[in-house]
T-cell receptor, first 114, second 112 residues
Framework: DGGITQSPKYLFRKEGQNVTLSCEQN?????MYWYRQDPGQGLRLIYY???????QKGDIAEGYSVSREKKESFPLTVTSAQKNPTAFYLC?????????????FGAGSRLTVL | QKEVEQNSGPLSVPEGAIASLNCTYS??????FFWYRQYSGKSPELIMF????GDKEDGRFTAQLNKASQYVSLLIRDSQPSDSATYLC????????????FGRGTSLIVHP
């Protein structure tokens, strides 16, 4: 079955640590995205990528980094520079360009800072 | 700054009633409009999208778009307790960035 796999589902981080969230898709989508969701809030865009080896900052990129070395993979690193990283992180993918570009989401990763 | 506004709710309706969820957007260049449903602790899933003025129906769900008023709505007929979730509106412009802008979502509670 085609879909998006995020791991880990739950992650705990100590102050000052970097952590990496994995996102893999087998939908053959060109575009991939990372969103952050806080309780009672909508989705805020962290980074997105339209094509391999290229990515763009979203609205809240500070304290985060990404890479896109393969079409299928778009890992997100939450660095120690992110002062309030506790949140629900969602990875998504879609076709790129004009058109409906429906997003397909992974199951999410919940990060808690201890 | 493109904005998508939704009433956070909660919107409470009795089982069997029609639930009406509303969304307004600021960018007149917006061309594609999406409704996602998100259960608590889960990821969003697409209900439907619309890009032409008027109504689009899919089962118990109807999306309504009025570009002149910059307004899109989702009607849920015969609401069921299993429809209780947060409904996210997303808007995308034609061309340029294909990144959709999300509203904060409306919490819907369908009580028996």
């Amino acid at each position: 079955d085609g879909g998006i796999t995020q791991s880990p589902k739950y992650l705990f981080r100590k102050e000052g640590q970097n952590v990496t969230l994995s996102c893999e898709q087998n939908l053959n989508h060109d575009a991939m995205y990372w969103y952050r969701q806080d309780p009672g809030q909508g989705l805020r865009l962290i980074y997105y990528s339209q094509i391999v080896n290229d990515f763009q900052k979203g609205d809240i990129a500070e304290g985060y980094s990404v890479s896109r070395e393969k079409k299928e993979s778009f890992p997100l690193t939450v660095t120690s520079a992110q002062k309030n990283p506790t949140a629900f992180y969602l990875c998504a993918s879609s076709t790129a360009g004009s058109g409906a570009n429906v997003l397909t989401f992974g199951a999410g990763s919940r990060l808690t800072v201890l | 700054q493109k904005e998508v506004e939704q009433n956070s709710g909660p919107l409470s309706v009795p089982e069997g009633a029609i639930a009406s969820l509303n969304c307004t957007y600021s960018d007149r260049g917006s061309q594609s409009f999406f409704w996602y449903r998100q259960y608590s602790g889960k990821s969003p899933e697409l209900i439907m999208f619309i890009y032409s003025n008027g109504d689009k129906e899919d089962g118990r769900f109807t999306a309504q778009l009025n570009k002149a008023s910059q307004y899109v709505s989702l009607l849920i007929r015969d609401s069921q307790p299993s429809d209780s979730a947060t409904y996210l509106c997303a808007v995308k412009e034609t061309g340029g960035s294909y990144i959709p802008t999300f509203g904060r979502g409306t919490s819907l509670i369908v009580h028996p």
